[in-house]
């Protein structure tokens, strides 16, 4: 392949010296028929025609007050043959054909120009199409003021044409003439035409004669996907950004821009990688515990935009454009109104604009990404990301504090890490306070309160990324007497002693409760009467508290302290995640203990007691 770069007036142009054309000899472009018909939209703003018009606008103005004038479309593919009079187009006939539309419209306005595209182009599945509908001024004029109709499509001097691509052709035509009406638009159209004949211009890669067309087509073709609107954003900065200008540069040439944009293309890979590790998605781009989809994205970004009360800050824009990188492989967004993108178009009036908002997300990667590696500032800002019951808006969250300094950082985070922990523990019941229960033993296993400790990560991925389902875990059981893994427990007198320690001496049912125990056997209704004592007396305090998944508390079952201990202990040398507290309180760890395997009402008080002083360092600590 040879390469070679013509502005729009030579590509059409049958020159012999300057011309695309006139250089390979040939008289048109053919568009064969193995191609599929013209797709380039123009109904919604992030469809093809509606960015192109805008972009080439754009840089039309940027272009008056720039020593630097070009702007460069992507590639196009051709192929002359010998025994034809025409370069066959393998690769570009969206581009080719746009171009032919916009210019025979601008030929509409423009004083004493002739349409510098005609006979330029000819469709294999189209013949004549171009000729009869666009090139033609008056017959252009009748083909604009056509309405498409879903049934019959348009009707031109009595016929009917319903095709797809003609479709396509009519809304790109349509769109472009109302463009180019626009007010602020009309009175520099000739100019506008100027600069799009000598100063756009496009990439010509010509293959060889011998080559089979149909293979090279299907091979630059096979991979091509939906654009997500992460894309979209990243063509729309990469690219105007690369034509960025200075007093000291005067023109850039398209090679430099090429090694521009792939530079900016790098950078943006590198960051878009980061997002998409698993636990760093999870912790600053997750929905707390819930999963995103396509509908609550859209929901999201939405919300985000139409809040009357909070304007969206370029912080909280980039924001949700590294949120919105993270859909790059899980998911296409289809029928998104492409807010995000609509917001970078309008803030990227000029090149300029597009790489200091490059430069910007570039820093906010890097604050996100020592914030992440900071072990401290990571356990404080993920306790208050996932503490249960929390509802914070990380996106708001990160918008405010995204340049404070870490001393102020840490500061405030863990004032609102200290807003969760409630200030009287004793109080703390299962069934009323579970909330506060939760925040209380999260924090134990979170946070290390000894200064000679180092500070120790800890796994939020495993503890909210993966749909668990957390929930508190009795330690001395509800249900004594209940089944475990098949086989209903049998109280041993040893137990039975320890269950009405729990119960304690000043229940008023105590003595039923002793005559009960009493028995050698219970039924259902006498397990009730002291199940129902130790609800009302010590079972629900947070000292028997600790914090399991669901699926690792109902393997816990009705099991007493040492069955429940050895399946603690069992679910981690399996490699399951057990929070650093709870392995701690199977293990009698941190606390004074009798036993290794029972679990007391001593223990139980204990454990009260470290939490409480536990909590009360941290608070302390935190000043």
Known sequence: MKELVFNIKNIFSTDASEGCLGQYDASKYHIPAYQRGYKWASLKPTDAIPVLMNDLWEAFKSSKNSNRKEYYMQYITVKKTSNENHLEVIDGQQRLTSFSILLSVLNLFVVNETNSVKDK????????????????????????????DKKIGININGKDINKQDVFYLHGAAQYINNFLIEEHIQPELNQFNEFILNYVKIIVNEIEPHIDSERVFRNLNSNKVGLTEAELIKGLLLTKAARTTSEQVKQKHYREVLEIRTALGRQWDEITTWVNDKKVKHFFFSDNNKKFTEKSFNERIAKEFDNPKEAVTQEK????????????????????????????????????????????????????????????????????????????????????????????????????????????????????????????????????TAKEKTEIRFDYYNFRGTEKKWSLEHIFPQSPEGEWRGIMHVLIEEEKEEILKMIGENYEGLEEVKKVLSLPERDIESKAIYYNALQKTGINSLGNMSLLTLPANSSNGCAMFKLKRDNVNEMIQNGSFVPKHTFEIFNKINIQSDSIVKWTKKDADNHFDYIEKTIANLKANSQ
């Open 121 to 148: 182009l000819e469709y294999a599945i189209r013949e004549d199409f171009f000729n009869n509908y666009i090139y033609d001024k008056d017959k252009l004029a009748l083909f604009l003021a056509a309405i498409w």
């Open 317 to 448: 824009a980039l924001l949700l454009l590294l949120l919105s990188m993270t859909f790059n492989k899980d998911i296409e967004i289809k029928d998104s109104q492409y807010l995000l993108f609509n917001y970078f178009h309008k803030e990227t009036k000029n090149n300029n604009s597009s790489l200091e908002l490059l430069v910007k997300l570039k820093e906010i990667y890097s604050i996100l990404k020592d914030r992440y590696q900071n072990d401290k500032i990571y356990n404080l800002m993920g306790y208050l990301f996932f503490v249960e019951g929390s509802r914070e808006n990380k996106i708001n969250f990160l918008s405010k504090n995204m340049y404070w300094s870490k001393e102020k950082l840490l500061s405030e985070l863990i004032k609102d890490r200290n807003k969760h922990l409630p200030e009287n523990l004793v109080d703390l019941k299962y069934g009323e306070y579970n909330k506060e229960i939760h925040s209380v033993l999260l924090a134990l296993s979170v946070f290390e």
